[in-house]
């Protein structure tokens, strides 16, 4: 018995000394990696805590958590990256990427809360933009009103263009035709909108507003939703608040859930895949307005309510 305890002994302590070297050797932090945020308090660093969160449940490394302020020092940046030997790199928002760009990060990178446009649009870029996967959008459309038929949609096509060909393969999948007006600037979105506003036929047609502060400003706002109240038609918006304004639904980031694939995004560039390109977000909660949908003549099953994430009274 004594023998065998030495044994056990002797086994437990050379894994100890093993664990000890792993933790204590170069490059025990080479898979460590960095978010990047703006520090803007409030809600929104809520949100990068939580995306940051999501990012923690998939690496499994170390991961330094870094808030940059507006006059945050690029050179005091890439120091820090260089001494917490950084492989990997998380950009959020704006601030996020631009960082990444002022520090001149060539290491693996992945982007997270941003408006996809022009300046992202490189394929060798990779991340989730806040624009929503018209797939999920359109399929809570069809859980929450089964009689459309057709979707309006006004669009600046050099910020949201990329969006159109999956919304439209999604809308044609579900039985849906989307009939797209395009447009290059406010002025063109107000009258577009008055337009759909004056020809839609709330028996089959419902109205999306994208995720676009261009075209959709407090103003188109304000007019569409007199609109859909008075004539009855259903409007749906990709901005988060907008169903507690008063449109039937819109979609909600789950941005733990955003964070846990950027976070496998990042392990993909990490073994040497290539970038997958910068994608719409599908990872989705459903807001209701019940006073809206009341108002539309709209009732929902116990199984309906039960994929409602968010209600509005």
Request: charged share 20%; net charge positive; hydrophobic share 45%.
């Amino acid at each position: 018995m004594a023998g065998r305890a030495v044994h056990l002994f002797k086994v437990c302590a050379l894994i100890l000394i093993g664990l000890a070297y792993l933790s204590t050797a170069p490059g025990a932090e080479s898979r460590s990696v960095a978010v990047l945020y703006p520090d803007i308090g409030g809600e929104y660093n809520s949100v990068f805590s939580s995306i940051a969160d999501g990012i923690t449940e998939t690496i499994g490394t170390p991961l330094h958590r870094i808030p940059l302020s507006n006059d945050y020092s690029s050179a005091d940046l890439a120091n820090r990256l260089r001494n917490l030997s950084t492989k990997g790199v998380v950009a959020l928002g704006r601030r996020g990427l631009e960082a990444s760009r002022a520090v001149e990060w060539n290491g693996p990178l992945v982007l997270g809360a941003v408006i996809r446009d022009s300046s992202i649009a490189d394929k060798k870029l990779s991340g989730i933009s806040l624009d929503p996967d018209p797939r999920p959008v359109f399929g809570y459309l069809k859980l929450l009103a089964p009689r459309v038929r057709r979707i309006h949609l006004v669009l600046n096509q050099e910020r949201s263009g990329w969006i159109v060909e999956r919304a439209r393969l999604a809308a044609s999948d579900m039985g849906l035709s989307l009939v797209l007006k395009e447009v290059t600037s406010r002025r063109e979105a107000a009258l577009a909108y008055r337009d759909v506003l004056a020809s839609i036929d709330g028996s089959q047609d419902a109205l999306w507003l994208p995720l676009d502060p261009d075209t959709v400003d407090e103003t188109t706002l304000q007019l569409v939703l007199r609109a859909a109240w008075n004539d009855r038609f259903i409007a749906f918006s990709s901005t988060a608040d907008h169903a507690q304004r008063g449109v039937l639904f819109s979609v909600i980031p789950d941005y733990v859930a955003v964070g846990r694939q950027l976070g496998s995004l990042l392990q993909a560039q990490m073994r040497g895949e290539a970038a997958a390109g910068v994608r719409p977000n599908g990872e989705l909660r459903l807001a209701v307005n019940m006073r809206t949908a009341r108002h539309l003549g709209l009732e929902f099953s116990r199984s309906t309510e039960a994929k409602i994430g968010v209600v509005y009274q």
